[in-house]
């Protein structure tokens, strides 16, 4: 098993450039999170998916949006991307059949926005 | 909201000495906590984790956690760190399917 992939590894934007975030988990998870980090900050969370078909905001949505496209995978996009969108992002996914079921992550994208 | 606070930003140890990272939260029902670590460069890797019971816990490489209810703390702790210890390590909050809280993370140093 992959695990948690994340597509690409890094990226660089130009202010107002668009992009999507891919991530895919093989693990049969229901639930689906984006994170992202940032120096001091510990990770914050962007949007999730608690099962397919469904998406919902967390601490952090403002700039983003998401798409859960199948139970498998779970984008992230940035329609206009901003400097203060540099971040490194973090996808995450869980069981969700029970309620002390860890998150897995992914390796992470680092995405530089100038 | 719920909250988890990890005070110590940054902690150097000696290889060979012992090691403990603070982490307190604060929820008033039952907490679900987690400790992950983050080696340079990579994703989270789940240490431990406290969601009732034994309020020890023991983890993988050698860690365990103690949960305070009374003090509202879920420290780390390991007796003996070596080199490859050195990252970043996380505390978070969380359970059911509405993601983790994390605190913002401490920074371990080994010194030889």
């Known amino acids: 098993n992959a695990g948690v992939t994340q597509t690409p590894k890094f990226q660089v934007l130009k202010t107002g450039q668009s992009m999507t975030l891919q991530c895919a988990q093989d693990?049969?998870?229901?639930?689906m999170y984006w994170y992202r980090q940032d120096p001091g900050m510990g990770l914050r969370l962007i949007y999730y998916?608690?099962?397919?078909?469904?998406?919902d905001k967390g601490e952090v949505p403002n700039g983003y949006n998401v798409s859960r496209l199948n139970k498998r995978e779970f984008s992230l996009r940035l329609e206009s991307a901003a400097p203060s969108q540099t971040s490194v992002y973090f996808c995450?996914?869980?069981?969700?059949?029970?309620?002390?079921?860890?998150?897995?992550f992914g390796p992470g994208t680092r995405l530089t926005v100038l | 909201a719920q909250s988890v606070t990890q005070p110590d930003i940054h902690i150097t140890v000696s290889e060979g000495a012992s090691l403990e990272l603070r982490c307190n939260y604060s929820?008033?029902?039952?907490?679900?906590l987690f400790w992950y670590v983050q080696s340079p460069g990579q994703g989270l890797q789940l240490l431990l984790k406290?969601?009732?019971?034994?309020?020890l816990v023991q983890g993988i490489k050698g860690f365990e956690a103690e949960f305070k209810r009374s003090q509202s703390s879920f420290n780390l702790r390991k007796p003996s760190v070596h080199w490859s210890d050195a990252a970043e390590y996380f505390c978070?909050?969380?359970?059911?399917?509405?993601?983790?809280?994390f605190g913002k993370g401490t920074h371990l140093i080994i010194q030889p």
């Open positions: 978070a909050w969380g359970g059911g399917a509405d993601g983790l809280t």
């Open positions: 998916s608690a099962s397919e078909g469904t998406t």
């Open positions: 929820y008033g029902a039952t907490p679900y």
């Open positions: 406290y969601f009732s019971g034994d309020t």
């Open positions: 693990m049969n998870h229901n639930s």
């Open positions: 995450a996914s869980r069981s969700g059949t029970s309620v002390n079921n860890e998150q897995f």
